[in-house]
C-alpha cells in the first residue's frame, strides 16, 4: 500500500530569533544564516509539497520574520493552493509587515506568549518590550481578516498566569488558545529543572482550564496539552511517525519531527538533492518508525497502538536510552516510574535559573 500523503508541512525558515526562550524545541546545535536556503530552494519545496498532497503550510522557525522573503514565500504557498500559518513572536512585526503579508494571503498567526504580564514574558523570553509588541500586533490580526491563535507556552515559572493568560486570549480576539505545558526537547530538556511544574500546580491548570472552557465555549477554542512527564498515556507525536506532516529544517533536511536529530543512526535527506515525494514515501528516516511494524512489547501487542503509534520516539530516546523503547510517558513503560520520579523531583529543586536559548550568526 502506498503511503498517503501529508497534510501538512512545517517550514522552518530560519534558527534565528530575537528571543531567548529557555524552552524553545530547536536543537541545541542551531543553524547558522550562512546555511539557510535560499528563496528559490523553499519555493521549489513549496511547489513539490503542493504536488505530494500538502494541503498547510506552517512558516515557522525560529523567528521566521527574520527573513526578508517571507512576503514571497507566503505569496508563493497561497499561489500553489496552500493554507498559510505564520508561528511567529511577533516582535519582528508591525502593521505595515502584517498588512504585506494579509495581501499575499497569509490565512492564519499564531502569536507565542511567555506569560501574561510583561515583568513575567519579558523576562522569560530575555528580550526587553517584547510583551508590548506582541499586544499589538495581536489586536491587528483579526482586523486585517486573519484567524488569531494565541500559543501560551506553561511552565512553572508562568503557570500561576494562566487565568490571566486565558482572559487575555479572549480580550485580543482571538479563535483559538493553545495552552502547551512545555515538552522537553531542546532548549527545554536543557532546562528541565527550570521548568517542569509540581504536580499539585498541574492539577490546578487542569481544572482551570476546564472552567474557562466551558466559559468560553463557542467563542474560544481552547487545546490543553499536558506534561509528558506526568501523563499516563502517551501523546501520538506529530499526528503518526512520518503519517500526518513533516519538518524542513532551515539547511534543507527533511525530519519526521522536531527532535528527530536526536536519534543517532537516523539519515536525514535534503530536498533538492531527493525528491520530496521519495523522502516521504521511501526515506529511511520516515520509515524507521513509522506504522508499527518496528514495535517492541508492550508496544507491539497494545490496543491502542495505532492510535498513539508507540509515542514519541525522541522521549523514548532522552528517557529510556533506546529510541524503540516504549515512550515513558506510557504507565505500561519500563522507564515510566523514573520519568514520574525525575518529575517530582525537578520540581521540587528550586532551581529557576534558566540557560536561555542564544544564536550566534
Known amino acids: ?130 510583551h508590548e509588541t506582541k499586544l499589538a500586533v495581536a489586536r491587528l490580526v483579526p482586523a486585517l481578516g486573519m484567524s488569531l491563535t494565541i500559543n501560551a507556552v506553561m511552565h512553572r ?39 517542569m511544574p509540581t504536580r499539585d500546580a498541574l492539577r490546578i491548570a487542569d481544572d482551570t482550564v476546564a472552567e474557562w472552557r466551558e466559559k468560553l465555549r463557542g467563542r474560544v477554542a481552547i487545546d490543553y496539552v499536558i506534561p509528558d512527564y506526568y501523563a499516563d498515556r502517551p501523546k501520538t507525536c506529530m499526528g503518526g511517525w512520518g503519517q500526518k506532516s513533516f519538518v524542513v529544517s532551515p539547511d534543507g533536511r527533511v525530519l519526521p ?18 525528491p520530496l515525494r521519495a523522502i516521504w514515501e521511501d526515506g529511511p528516516a520516515f520509515t524507521a518508525f513509522r506504522g508499527i511494524s518496528w514495535m517492541r512489547e508492550p508496544c507491539a501487542s497494545c490496543a491502542f497502538r495505532e492510535e498513539d503509534f508507540g509515542g514519541c520516539r525522541c522521549q523514548a530516546l532522552a528517557i529510556a536510552g533506546d529510541a524503540r523503547a516504549t515512550d515513558p510517558a506510557c504507565h505500561l513503560a519500563p522507564g515510566h516510574g523514573l520519568m514520574a520520579q525525575l518529575a517530582q523531583a525537578e520540581a521540587a529543586s528550586g532551581n529557576d535559573g534558566f540557560t536561555y536559548r542564544r544564536y550566534a550568526p
Open 257 to 274: 519531527c522536531h527532535a528527530a536529530e536526536t536519534i543517532p543512526g537516523l539519515k536525514f535527506q535534503r530536498s533538492g538533492e531527493v
Open 157 to 195: 515559572q508562568n503557570l500561576d498566569e494562566l487565568p490571566e493568560m486565558i482572559a487575555l486570549a479572549e480580550a485580543l480576539g482571538a479563535d483559538r488558545l493553545e495552552i502547551a505545558h512545555v515538552q522537553y526537547h531542546g532548549w527545554a530538556l536543557r532546562n528541565r529543572a527550570a521548568l
Open 1 to 130: 500500500m502506498s503511503t498517503p500523503p501529508p497534510l501538512a508541512m512545517v517550514a522552518e525558515l530560519t534558527h534565528r530569533c530575537p528571543l531567548q526562550c529557555p524552552y524553545c524545541s530547536n536543537p541545541l546545535d542551531l543553524v547558522k544564516v550562512a546555511r539557510e536556503q535560499p528563496t528559490a530552494f523553499w519555493q521549489n519545496l513549496i511547489t513539490e509539497a503542493a504536488a505530494l498532497g500538502v494541503l498547510q503550510i506552517h512558516l515557522s522557525g525560529g523567528e521566521p520574520c527574520a527573513r526578508r522573503d517571507l512576503t514571497a514565500l507566503v505569496a508563493h504557498a497561497c499561489a500553489q493552493g496552500l493554507y498559510a500559518n505564520l508561528i511567529t513572536s511577533a516582535v519582528l512585526l508591525d502593521e505595515a509587515k502584517l498588512c504585506e503579508l494579509a495581501r499575499a494571503g497569509l490565512a492564519h498567526v499564531q502569536i507565542s506568549f511567555q506569560g501574561a504580564t510583561a515583568p513575567t514574558a519579558d523576562r522569560i523570553g530575555h528580550y526587553p518590550k517584547a
